[in-house]
């Protein structure tokens, strides 16, 4: 499957511990200890998930999740937590995050909505790409000189 995920937290041995896991799922994984630093990777041309900790110094997932929502509405969000709430969890949903998922977590649980949110980010990508080509068709369609016929 195309795509990788992009991990998010502030906890290195939970981190890699997730990070691996995923990859013996079959999962190409790039792991992040800052929500900051995951930034600069989400790109509305690419086929990935974002996992990401509520609980971290300077930006929360909660907050991880409505920048990324600003950058592209239609971008994959999973939510892990060790301290949520049912409030959270809906709040959360509720804005535009694809799961949730308290801490311990099961990998194999996560992973398979990572694949599914994969499979949905390619048919995301997939539509983009070809609206572009069809914009950039019809508007060379509309610069060509027009012949009329007696």
Known sequence: MNGRVLLVDDDQVFRDSLAQAFELEGLQVSAFAQPASVLAHISRDEVAVLVSDVRMPKMDGE?????????????PV?????????????????????????????????????????????????????????????????????????
């Open 63 to 75: 907050q991880l999740l409505t920048t990324v929502r600003e950058l592209d509405p239609d971008f």
């Open 78 to 150: 999973i939510l892990l937590t060790g301290h949520g709430d049912v409030p959270m969890a809906v709040r959360s949903l509720q804005n535009g995050a694809m799961s949730f998922h308290e801490k311990p977590v099961n990998a194999k649980t996560v992973a398979v909505d990572c694949r599914r949110a994969l499979k949905h980010r390619e048919v995301v990508v997939s539509s983009r790409q070809l609206a572009r080509q069809l914009a950039q068709l019809l508007l060379s369609l509309a610069q060509r000189p027009v012949l009329l016929l007696p």
